[in-house]
């Protein structure tokens, strides 16, 4: 199951609304709302955005908690042909406020309980302006930020008519966003509804934040199928046994995460003594799935197909692999073949198809439209020629791997400074910058531990500011997600004999590579 080039992702929603008008689309906050009611809700607030002047094209954020209410605005958005971004309640003021510049959104939708924080970071978009809210309906308010003729030039094609935008780490210190179109998400849910079999009578259970890749899945792959999105509140990610009381309690079919989640289920949440017994297909991606644990899901999932999926936020899931019931963690774990219709290639340094290490390069009706950078896109893909020789549009993802030749693909780490975090992908030079802006650091470096601490992320700075006052001042612009693990003060950081900073001896397993200006250390 494929998307054909004019699919829309809310005519995915209109389809089951014809087809299973009376059939449970979505539950949550104590709500439950069919495909008919859904519908008919997007519909009024898209022409209500409409009506106050939302464009095709236009760049419009959704700025909520995960509720049905969100829900419907993400649609509504959608219908009325805008660029729509989800944005988490939970980052600071500023770095929403980054965000909305840097992608020239015109519009914030919110709700009640958010309101307050969408209005500040609003007006740190508009350079301290207030914005005045206006009552939407559903809960929901609506902010204007740019007025018609502050808006960017109008997008390309195909996101002239709308898209989707979401946010990821950048080296520059702002947070890029990802430009995708509707069928670059259409693509990747169609195909996911028809491999994992997906049906009416299906229960999906969405646990990610709607910022996240892994909700395409959650909501466009269960409109497709007519399936029933059941929105796990946020809350409950902090309590693994709790989440597999929901999964239980909800009679949830089909699920999806990061594998640090399964591992909490698995180490706290007793999963493997009670086991939902509705789950019938389970997936994981984002990040590595420790083998010992894989290997122990293996045996109590008894049969239920577990996926690995790959892909970076500029492609979604590309890549898929069905661990084999057998598997074992002395065996080396693949990202697998390219979903339906995407190709995977791995080029050495010269840009050539390589039987060895190389980096891998998507290509395909996955691969996104480009980054919006101070609202106006830039396209960073590039013309790769394939080993079967047909050159194509690709995505060079920064990750290494190497392909077999039936093309089943494994994953070898990154060519820079990005590492995966609980699913989230961050780049170093984006926590480093926020912290070379504070007053006090005379210079820094942040780091992925290695040793013990692996897995880690640790920031070092020459500044007479304690472990407390650097962690308050990152803390108002980096969400919680890209906080250092640890901050260490230093009279000076190593340098290298060049004179420049030795980030090899940050990363060693000893811990501090010099005596810190102060004599502890937090921990975050």
Known sequence: MSAPASVRLDALLARSARVHPDRTALEGA??????????????ALADRL?????????????????????????YAALRAGAVTAPLDTADPPERTAR????AGLSLLVTVDRALTGAQRAATRARDGAP????????????????????RPAPLPAPTDSGGYLLFTSGSTGWPKGVLLSHENVAHYALWAAGEFGLTPDDRIGSQAALTFDLTTFDLFSAAAAGACTVLMPDLLRAFPRDVVGWLTEQRITAFMAVPSLYHNMLQQGGIADAPPPALRIAAFGGEAFAPELLERYLRLLDGVPFYNLYGPTETNACTYYRVPADWTADRELPI???IGGVHIEVLDGDGAPTDGEGEIHIAGPVVFQGYLRGGAPDDPTTTVTCRDGVARRAYASGDLGRITPDGLVFLRGRRDNQVKRRGHRIDLMDVENA???????????????DGPHAGEI????????????VLAALREV?????????IVPLATLPTTTSGKVDRRALRDTSGHPAAPALPEEITV
Do not use: C, F
């Open 458 to 469: 640790w920031a070092y700075a020459q500044t007479d500011a304690t472990e407390r006052e």
């Open 131 to 150: 914005a005045d809210a206006d009552v939407l309906g559903h809960g929901l308010h609506r902010l204007q930020i740019l007025a018609p003729e502050e």
């Open 435 to 449: 912290v070379l802006e504070l007053p006090r650091i005379a210079t820094a470096a942040v780091v992925a531990k």
């Open 478 to 486: 980096l969400p919680r997600r890209m906080l250092p693990d640890r």
């Open 99 to 102: 965000m909305i510049r840097n």
């Open 50 to 74: 409409t009506a106050d002047g939302v464009t095709p094209g236009d760049r419009v954020g959704v700025y909520a908690p995960k509720t049905p209410a969100t829900v419907i605005a993400l």
């Open 30 to 43: 104590g709500e439950s709302w069919t495909y008919a009611q859904l519908d008919r809700a997007v519909d």
């Open 336 to 338: 697998g073949r390219g």
